[in-house]
């Protein structure tokens, strides 16, 4: 019978341990050092997503009153 370990499962490696999660602010960082951009710009990009509603969603933080109503009109 093979015995098999549940530490892969788990998260846990058996060499290093459990890898650490990056904060966002460590993400952008390293994103404006590869691209050359400043980290606002960085953190613009990343307001600019498109949620799963699609382009509604996005096109709504655009509106000054953010009413997705106004936006499904056009």
Avoid: C, T
Avoid at 5 to 26: D, H, N, T, V
Avoid at 42 to 55: F, K, P, R, T, W
């Amino acid at each position: 019978m093979v015995r098999l370990s549940l530490l892969p499962l788990s998260g846990m490696f058996i060499f290093g341990g459990k890898k650490k999660k990056k904060s966002w602010a460590e993400v952008f960082q390293e994103l404006a050092k590869k691209y050359d951009l400043p980290v606002e710009i960085i953190e613009a990009l990343d307001d600019a997503h498109v949620s799963h509603n699609g382009y509604i969603e996005f096109i709504k933080r655009m509106d000054p009153e953010g009413k997705i109503e106004r936006v499904k009109k056009y």
